[in-house]
Each structure stands twice: as structure tokens, then as C-alpha cells.
């Protein structure tokens, strides 16, 4: 199985896009919209930003897809 590394996270506040490489030994619990500066925390049940606003679940999650959190 390939990993995707590459997300496009997109902000729930105002729309903005952009493509963040994932880190492979740990979840990104909280991210800044570059465009508005709210600051994402994962959904409830999510175990980060990336498995909540991006295009890609993050790398813990695809490599265990029975997995709920990381």
C-alpha cells in the first residue's frame, strides 16, 4: 500500500486551501490558516487536522484503516 504523503487542507472559516506534507511519526493536533489565522483542532472522533479538513487522511490512519485515532 502507498502512503500519500501530501494533503490539501482546506479551512473551514474562510475556504482557504493549501497543500502541507503530513508527518509520518505524529499527528498535527493543531494547524493555522495562513489566510485567516484560525487555528484548526480535529474534529470530535478525529485524531488530527488532516483526518478532518484535508484530502488525505494522515499516514497512522492509511497504513491502519481500522484505526479510529493515531
Known amino acids: ?7 490539501t487542507i482546506t479551512c473551514p472559516e ?3 486551501q493549501k497543500e502541507e506534507t503530513m508527518p509520518t511519526d ?3 493536533y493543531f494547524y493555522e490558516c495562513e ?3 484560525q487555528v484548526l483542532k480535529p ?3 478525529d485524531c488530527c487536522v488532516y483526518c478532518s479538513y484535508g484530502s488525505a487522511p494522515c ?3 492509511q497504513l ?3 484505526q479510529a485515532y493515531c
Open 1 to 7: 500500500m502507498e502512503i500519500i504523503l501530501e494533503s
Open 14 to 16: 474562510c475556504g482557504h
Open 26 to 28: 505524529a499527528c498535527q
Open 35 to 37: 489566510n485567516c489565522h
Open 43 to 45: 474534529k470530535e472522533g
Open 59 to 61: 499516514p497512522p490512519v
Open 64 to 66: 491502519d484503516s481500522d
